[in-house]
Protein backbone atom coordinates (compact mmCIF):
# COMPACT_ATOMS: atom_id res chain seq x y z
CA UNK A 1 0.00 0.00 0.00
CA UNK A 2 1.40 3.55 -0.49
CA UNK A 3 0.62 6.00 1.51
CA UNK A 4 -0.96 9.52 1.28
CA UNK A 5 -1.25 10.57 4.73
CA UNK A 6 1.77 8.45 6.64
CA UNK A 7 5.37 8.16 6.05
CA UNK A 8 7.38 4.94 7.14
CA UNK A 9 10.75 4.68 7.65
CA UNK A 10 12.62 1.73 8.49
CA UNK A 11 16.28 1.71 9.95
CA UNK A 12 18.79 -0.73 11.63
CA UNK A 13 15.94 -2.79 12.97
CA UNK A 14 13.32 -0.05 14.07
CA UNK A 15 10.39 1.71 12.13
CA UNK A 16 9.52 4.98 12.26
CA UNK A 17 5.65 5.76 11.46
CA UNK A 18 5.26 9.66 10.87
CA UNK A 19 1.01 11.02 10.47
CA UNK A 20 1.81 13.07 8.01
CA UNK A 21 -1.38 15.95 7.63
CA UNK A 22 0.32 18.89 9.06
CA UNK A 23 -1.63 21.46 7.16
CA UNK A 24 -4.44 19.60 9.74
CA UNK A 25 -2.62 19.02 12.33
CA UNK A 26 -2.21 15.77 11.93
CA UNK A 27 -6.04 14.86 12.00
CA UNK A 28 -7.23 11.06 11.53
CA UNK A 29 -9.12 11.26 8.62
CA UNK A 30 -10.29 7.45 7.87
CA UNK A 31 -7.75 7.09 5.14
CA UNK A 32 -5.06 8.34 7.83
CA UNK A 33 -6.47 5.34 9.94
CA UNK A 34 -7.16 2.44 6.99
CA UNK A 35 -3.56 3.55 6.56
CA UNK A 36 -2.16 3.32 10.10
CA UNK A 37 -4.05 -0.13 10.12
CA UNK A 38 -2.49 -1.20 7.13
CA UNK A 39 1.13 -0.22 8.29
CA UNK A 40 0.82 -1.66 11.59
CA UNK A 41 -0.15 -4.66 9.85
CA UNK A 42 2.84 -5.07 7.99
CA UNK A 43 5.24 -3.75 10.84
CA UNK A 44 3.86 -6.38 13.51
CA UNK A 45 4.66 -9.46 10.88
CA UNK A 46 7.93 -7.62 9.80
CA UNK A 47 11.06 -9.54 10.68
CA UNK A 48 13.24 -6.41 10.11
CA UNK A 49 11.01 -4.35 12.79
CA UNK A 50 11.46 -4.73 16.82
CA UNK A 51 9.87 -1.89 17.61
CA UNK A 52 8.31 1.07 16.40
CA UNK A 53 7.85 4.97 17.22
CA UNK A 54 4.62 6.80 16.29
CA UNK A 55 5.22 10.53 15.76
CA UNK A 56 3.57 13.71 14.04
CA UNK A 57 4.51 15.80 10.85
CA UNK A 58 5.36 19.46 11.58
CA UNK A 59 6.44 20.94 14.55
CA UNK A 60 3.09 21.59 16.21
CA UNK A 61 0.92 18.23 16.55
CA UNK A 62 1.69 15.02 17.36
CA UNK A 63 -2.59 14.59 16.16
CA UNK A 64 -4.90 17.17 16.90
CA UNK A 65 -7.86 14.71 16.98
CA UNK A 66 -10.23 12.55 14.69
CA UNK A 67 -10.97 14.52 12.03
CA UNK A 68 -14.09 16.89 13.30
CA UNK A 69 -14.88 17.46 9.61
CA UNK A 70 -15.53 14.15 9.41
CA UNK A 71 -17.17 12.97 12.25
CA UNK A 72 -19.55 16.26 12.45
CA UNK A 73 -21.76 13.96 10.17
CA UNK A 74 -22.02 11.13 11.89
CA UNK A 75 -25.47 9.77 12.07
CA UNK A 76 -25.81 7.29 15.16
CA UNK A 77 -25.31 3.63 13.87
CA UNK A 78 -22.60 5.36 11.75
CA UNK A 79 -20.63 6.42 14.63
CA UNK A 80 -20.49 3.08 16.46
CA UNK A 81 -19.19 1.64 13.65
CA UNK A 82 -16.94 4.81 13.22
CA UNK A 83 -15.49 4.56 17.14
CA UNK A 84 -15.10 0.81 16.58
CA UNK A 85 -13.05 1.41 13.95
CA UNK A 86 -10.66 3.31 15.12
CA UNK A 87 -10.79 0.94 18.27
CA UNK A 88 -9.69 -2.12 15.95
CA UNK A 89 -7.38 -0.18 14.76
CA UNK A 90 -5.64 1.13 18.01
CA UNK A 91 -5.81 -2.17 19.52
CA UNK A 92 -3.73 -3.63 16.65
CA UNK A 93 -1.24 -1.17 17.74
CA UNK A 94 -1.02 -2.26 21.66
CA UNK A 95 -1.20 -5.54 20.47
CA UNK A 96 1.58 -5.72 18.00
CA UNK A 97 3.42 -7.92 20.21
CA UNK A 98 6.58 -5.51 19.55
CA UNK A 99 7.31 -1.68 21.75
CA UNK A 100 5.57 1.01 20.10
CA UNK A 101 6.51 4.53 21.63
CA UNK A 102 4.60 7.54 21.20
CA UNK A 103 7.07 10.53 20.48
CA UNK A 104 4.39 12.93 21.53
CA UNK A 105 5.75 16.60 19.10
CA UNK A 106 3.19 18.49 19.77
CA UNK A 107 -0.76 18.80 20.50
CA UNK A 108 -2.23 15.23 21.43
CA UNK A 109 -5.83 15.63 21.61
CA UNK A 110 -8.93 13.68 21.32
CA UNK A 111 -8.26 11.14 19.18
CA UNK A 112 -4.71 11.80 18.98
CA UNK A 113 -3.89 11.28 22.82
CA UNK A 114 -6.53 8.31 22.64
CA UNK A 115 -3.75 6.98 19.72
CA UNK A 116 -0.43 7.78 22.15
CA UNK A 117 -2.50 6.06 24.99
CA UNK A 118 -2.43 2.84 22.32
CA UNK A 119 1.24 3.37 22.02
CA UNK A 120 2.81 1.01 24.95
CA UNK A 121 4.87 3.89 26.17
CA UNK A 122 4.92 7.65 25.72
CA UNK A 123 7.41 10.78 25.26
CA UNK A 124 6.77 14.41 25.68
CA UNK A 125 8.84 17.05 23.72
CA UNK A 126 8.61 20.24 26.53
CA UNK A 127 5.55 22.53 25.20
CA UNK A 128 3.26 19.45 23.80
CA UNK A 129 -0.39 19.82 25.20
CA UNK A 130 -2.52 16.76 25.79
CA UNK A 131 -6.18 16.58 26.86
CA UNK A 132 -9.47 15.18 25.62
CA UNK A 133 -11.65 17.76 24.17
CA UNK A 134 -14.56 15.70 22.95
CA UNK A 135 -16.89 17.06 25.40
CA UNK A 136 -16.29 20.92 24.41
CA UNK A 137 -17.53 19.22 20.63
CA UNK A 138 -20.89 17.92 23.05
CA UNK A 139 -19.26 14.66 22.28
CA UNK A 140 -17.22 11.85 24.16
CA UNK A 141 -14.04 9.89 23.26
CA UNK A 142 -14.77 6.84 21.43
CA UNK A 143 -11.18 5.62 20.35
CA UNK A 144 -10.56 3.70 23.91
CA UNK A 145 -9.84 7.02 26.25
CA UNK A 146 -12.61 6.82 28.36
CA UNK A 147 -10.65 2.88 29.19
CA UNK A 148 -7.19 3.78 28.79
CA UNK A 149 -6.49 7.24 30.40
CA UNK A 150 -8.12 5.72 34.09
CA UNK A 151 -5.80 3.01 33.86
CA UNK A 152 -2.91 4.82 32.85
CA UNK A 153 -3.39 7.82 35.07
CA UNK A 154 -6.21 6.70 37.40
CA UNK A 155 -10.11 7.08 37.84
CA UNK A 156 -9.78 10.65 39.28
CA UNK A 157 -7.32 12.45 37.29
CA UNK A 158 -9.04 10.41 34.00
CA UNK A 159 -12.63 12.37 34.93
CA UNK A 160 -11.23 15.36 35.55
CA UNK A 161 -9.46 15.80 31.83
CA UNK A 162 -12.19 14.01 30.19
CA UNK A 163 -15.00 15.88 31.98
CA UNK A 164 -12.99 19.29 31.69
CA UNK A 165 -12.06 18.49 28.11
CA UNK A 166 -8.86 20.96 29.16
CA UNK A 167 -5.04 20.54 27.80
CA UNK A 168 -2.46 19.59 30.11
CA UNK A 169 1.04 20.36 29.63
CA UNK A 170 4.00 17.99 28.97
CA UNK A 171 4.79 18.77 32.57
CA UNK A 172 1.86 18.09 34.23
CA UNK A 173 1.74 14.85 32.24
CA UNK A 174 4.49 13.19 33.16
CA UNK A 175 3.42 14.38 36.88
CA UNK A 176 0.36 11.97 36.51
CA UNK A 177 2.12 9.41 33.94
CA UNK A 178 0.50 9.96 31.37
CA UNK A 179 3.71 10.24 29.55
CA UNK A 180 7.15 8.66 30.93
CA UNK A 181 9.55 11.66 30.16
CA UNK A 182 9.85 15.11 28.80
CA UNK A 183 12.33 16.07 26.57
CA UNK A 184 13.52 19.12 24.60
CA UNK A 185 11.92 19.35 21.05
CA UNK A 186 14.81 19.22 19.10
CA UNK A 187 15.89 15.55 20.86
CA UNK A 188 12.66 13.69 20.75
CA UNK A 189 12.87 11.92 18.44
CA UNK A 190 16.57 11.02 19.01
CA UNK A 191 15.38 10.04 22.73
CA UNK A 192 12.67 8.04 21.83
CA UNK A 193 14.93 5.94 19.92
CA UNK A 194 17.76 5.87 22.83
CA UNK A 195 14.44 4.78 24.87
CA UNK A 196 13.35 2.22 22.12
CA UNK A 197 16.85 0.62 21.07
CA UNK A 198 17.17 0.15 25.02
CA UNK A 199 14.02 -2.37 24.88
CA UNK A 200 15.06 -3.93 21.41
CA UNK A 201 18.47 -5.03 22.38
CA UNK A 202 16.41 -7.69 24.89
CA UNK A 203 15.35 -10.44 23.58
CA UNK A 204 11.96 -10.01 21.37
CA UNK A 205 10.01 -13.09 22.94
CA UNK A 206 10.54 -11.50 26.20
CA UNK A 207 9.39 -8.55 25.00
CA UNK A 208 6.63 -9.86 23.12
CA UNK A 209 5.74 -11.70 26.58
CA UNK A 210 5.89 -9.00 28.60
CA UNK A 211 3.47 -7.43 26.67
CA UNK A 212 1.17 -10.20 26.52
CA UNK A 213 1.56 -10.55 30.58
CA UNK A 214 0.87 -6.55 31.32
CA UNK A 215 -1.48 -5.89 28.76
CA UNK A 216 -3.80 -9.37 29.40
CA UNK A 217 -3.28 -9.53 33.00
CA UNK A 218 -4.42 -5.61 33.84
CA UNK A 219 -7.94 -6.95 32.71
CA UNK A 220 -8.04 -9.64 35.26
CA UNK A 221 -7.77 -10.41 38.99
CA UNK A 222 -4.23 -10.44 40.33
CA UNK A 223 -4.02 -13.96 41.25
CA UNK A 224 -5.01 -14.96 37.25
CA UNK A 225 -2.60 -12.11 35.90
CA UNK A 226 -0.03 -14.34 37.93
CA UNK A 227 -0.76 -17.95 36.64
CA UNK A 228 -1.08 -16.38 33.10
CA UNK A 229 2.92 -14.79 34.02
CA UNK A 230 3.08 -18.37 35.08
CA UNK A 231 2.30 -19.88 32.32
CA UNK A 232 4.05 -17.67 30.16
CA UNK A 233 7.60 -18.22 31.86
CA UNK A 234 6.70 -21.73 31.39
CA UNK A 235 6.91 -21.14 27.58
CA UNK A 236 10.00 -18.70 27.38
CA UNK A 237 12.00 -21.38 29.30
CA UNK A 238 11.41 -23.69 25.96
CA UNK A 239 12.76 -21.12 24.23
CA UNK A 240 16.73 -20.39 22.27
CA UNK A 241 16.78 -17.28 23.36
CA UNK A 242 16.29 -18.49 27.26
CA UNK A 243 19.29 -21.03 26.77
CA UNK A 244 20.89 -17.89 25.09
CA UNK A 245 20.71 -15.26 27.36
CA UNK A 246 21.25 -17.09 30.35
CA UNK A 247 24.86 -18.73 28.72
CA UNK A 248 25.87 -15.51 27.84
CA UNK A 249 25.62 -14.33 31.26
CA UNK A 250 27.17 -16.81 32.50
CA UNK A 251 29.64 -16.77 29.83
CA UNK A 252 30.52 -13.04 31.12
CA UNK A 253 29.61 -12.33 27.31
CA UNK A 254 26.60 -10.40 25.51
CA UNK A 255 23.87 -12.30 24.32
CA UNK A 256 22.70 -12.70 21.10
CA UNK A 257 19.28 -13.43 20.60
CA UNK A 258 16.97 -14.30 17.51
CA UNK A 259 13.84 -14.57 18.75
CA UNK A 260 13.18 -17.96 18.84
N1 LIG B 1 -10.03 17.90 12.82
C1 LIG B 1 -9.98 18.53 11.64
N2 LIG B 1 -9.22 19.60 11.40
C2 LIG B 1 -8.45 20.04 12.41
C3 LIG B 1 -8.45 19.43 13.68
C4 LIG B 1 -9.27 18.29 13.85
N3 LIG B 1 -9.31 17.62 15.00
N4 LIG B 1 -7.59 20.10 14.48
C5 LIG B 1 -7.08 21.10 13.74
N5 LIG B 1 -7.60 21.07 12.49
C6 LIG B 1 -7.32 21.96 11.36
C7 LIG B 1 -7.97 23.32 11.55
O1 LIG B 1 -9.33 23.27 11.14
C8 LIG B 1 -7.12 24.17 10.65
O2 LIG B 1 -7.49 23.92 9.31
P1 LIG B 1 -7.65 25.16 8.27
O3 LIG B 1 -6.29 25.80 8.22
O4 LIG B 1 -8.05 24.50 7.00
O5 LIG B 1 -8.67 26.07 8.87
C9 LIG B 1 -5.73 23.58 10.85
O6 LIG B 1 -5.93 22.26 11.32
C10 LIG B 1 -4.88 24.32 11.84
O7 LIG B 1 -5.61 24.40 13.07
P2 LIG B 1 -5.91 25.78 13.85
O8 LIG B 1 -7.12 25.56 14.69
O9 LIG B 1 -5.93 26.92 12.88
O10 LIG B 1 -4.59 25.87 14.75
P3 LIG B 1 -4.44 26.65 16.13
O11 LIG B 1 -2.99 26.65 16.44
O12 LIG B 1 -5.16 27.94 16.11
O13 LIG B 1 -5.19 25.72 17.22
C11 LIG B 1 -5.76 23.62 18.28
C12 LIG B 1 -4.70 24.46 17.52
C13 LIG B 1 -5.21 22.20 18.43
C14 LIG B 1 -6.00 24.25 19.64
C15 LIG B 1 -7.07 23.62 17.46
O14 LIG B 1 -6.77 23.25 16.11
C16 LIG B 1 -8.10 22.66 17.97
O15 LIG B 1 -8.75 22.92 18.99
N6 LIG B 1 -8.31 21.51 17.27
C17 LIG B 1 -9.33 20.56 17.60
C18 LIG B 1 -8.92 19.72 18.78
C19 LIG B 1 -10.05 18.75 19.15
O16 LIG B 1 -11.12 19.14 19.57
N7 LIG B 1 -9.75 17.46 18.98
C20 LIG B 1 -10.66 16.41 19.33
C21 LIG B 1 -11.41 15.97 18.13
S1 LIG B 1 -12.43 14.58 18.52
Known amino acids: ?71 ASQAPIEGKTFASRGQRVFDRIEGLGKPVIAAVNGFAL ?73 FPKETLLEEAEALLRKMVANGPLSLRLVLDAVGSGLDMAQSDGQELEAALFGLICASEDMREGTKAFLEKRPPKFKGR
Open 1 to 71: MSYENLELEKRDGIAVVTINRPDKLNALNSRTVDELEAAFKSLGSDPEVAGVILTGAGDKAFVAGADIAEL
Open 110 to 182: GGGCELAMACHVRVAAEGAKLGTPEVKLGIICGYGGTQRLPRIVGKGRALEILMTGEMIDAQEAYRIGLVNHV
